[in-house]
Nanobody, 119 residues
């Protein structure tokens, strides 16, 4: 199983971006998906999760601005980011907990995508 993020880039403050996390490979089910970010010189920060059943959780730093979703038919998760600010500049990564063909749950990470917000 592999995860690949896309959709990062440079955006002006106040703008929006939508990140995608595509899951490929043989598996039975995506149980949960999380998004993290790591800004230069800072530790990795959890920012959003979508749980089994569709419940969403957000860090206070992004709540009401970011929205997480998942399209199981397309095996892709999304992070819609609105009202972006320079402090949102970071490498954004997704993590998925996946039920594999051996009925074992494992966490998989993508490689990350850079988001840069200019003033």
């Amino acid at each position: 199983v592999q995860l690949a993020e896309s959709g990062g880039g440079l955006v002006q403050a106040g703008g929006s971006l939508r990140l995608a996390c595509a899951v490929s490979g043989p598996y039975f089910r995506i149980n949960t998906m999380d998004w993290y970010r790591q800004a230069p010189g800072k530790t990795r920060e959890w920012i959003a999760a979508i749980l089994d059943g569709g419940r969403e959780n957000y860090a206070s730093s992004v709540k009401d601005r970011f929205s997480i979703s998942i399209d199981t038919a397309q095996s892709t998760g999304y992070l819609q980011m609105n009202s972006l600010a320079p402090e949102d500049t970071a490498v954004y990564s997704c993590k998925a907990n996946i039920l594999g063909l051996g009925y074992k749950k494992d966490d998989f990470w993508g490689q990350g995508t850079q988001v840069t917000v200019s003033v």
